[in-house]
């Protein structure tokens, strides 16, 4: 089966700026890769041999901690970018990176992408939407600094969609990750919501109390 990669780029956070031209360029090197849940993507340390977009499915990224414990990064949902520290900083993945579900990357190989960006006129195009993309993680970094834990869930959920009942494929760790908390905060919120009786969580199911868009008890 064939894979598009085209209107996964227009949405992507990192090149849906650039021109149509230079995204049929950067099509044109995608490398599709189905992926199985708890599959290794790349391991930290390795040598970095390519970026990757997420189209499908949620990546997490994260570092081994002294006692060989997982520390939770980030999270990556569809549409973003990940690894592209191996473009500009260093040739070794700084993380390491599974998949929480099943799901869709595209592998854009480092030598490729770095062909393309020999061009001036890509080069250009490229670095303008590099520098968008900072201002966007800047806003980011500062919602996560000035919004409350709860407006951050909240927040999350809207990728979900607006429905009575949503599934989430994450664990409530991931979720932490994701929004820049630790799970027991996570945790105290959920508790909180349940008890006032606006959101319920319950295995994979998140649905809404009749104080919230949902009208289950």
């Known amino acids: 089966m064939a894979y598009d990669p085209r209107p996964f780029l227009a949405e992507s956070d990192l090149f849906r700026s650039l021109s149509s031209g230079h995204r049929a360029q950067v099509a044109a090197i995608c490398l599709p890769r189905k992926l199985r849940k708890r599959e290794l993507l790349f ?3 390795e040598r970095g041999h390519a970026v990757y977009l997420c189209a499908r499915g949620s990546v997490r990224l994260f570092k081994s901690g002294p006692g060989g414990q997982e520390v939770a990064i980030r999270v990556i949902p569809p549409g973003e970018v990940f690894a ?3 473009l500009f900083e260093q ?3 700084p993380v390491s990176a599974i998949a929480l579900e099943d799901g869709l990357v595209f592998l854009l190989p480092r030598f490729q992408f770095e062909c393309l960006l020999a061009d001036p006129g890509f080069r250009r195009d490229f ?3 590099l520098i968008a993309k900072m201002r966007y993680l800047a806003e980011q970094v500062q919602s996560m600094t000035t ?5 951050r869930f909240f927040r999350f959920l809207e990728a979900y969609g607006g429905a009575e009942e949503i599934r989430i494929p994450l664990s409530k760790k991931d979720v932490a990750a994701a929004i820049g908390t630790t799970p027991e905060t996570l945790s105290r919120v959920l508790l909180k ?3 006032e009786g606006r959101l319920f969580w319950e295995g994979r199911r998140v649905w809404r109390g009749r104080k ?3 009208g289950k008890p």
């Open 127 to 129: 670095i303008a939407n």
């Open 84 to 86: 592209e520290v191996i």
């Open 147 to 151: 919004d409350d834990v709860e407006s």
């Open 43 to 45: 391991t930290e340390g």
């Open 193 to 195: 919501l349940r008890r």
């Open 212 to 214: 919230g868009v949902g």
């Open 91 to 93: 040739n070794r993945y």
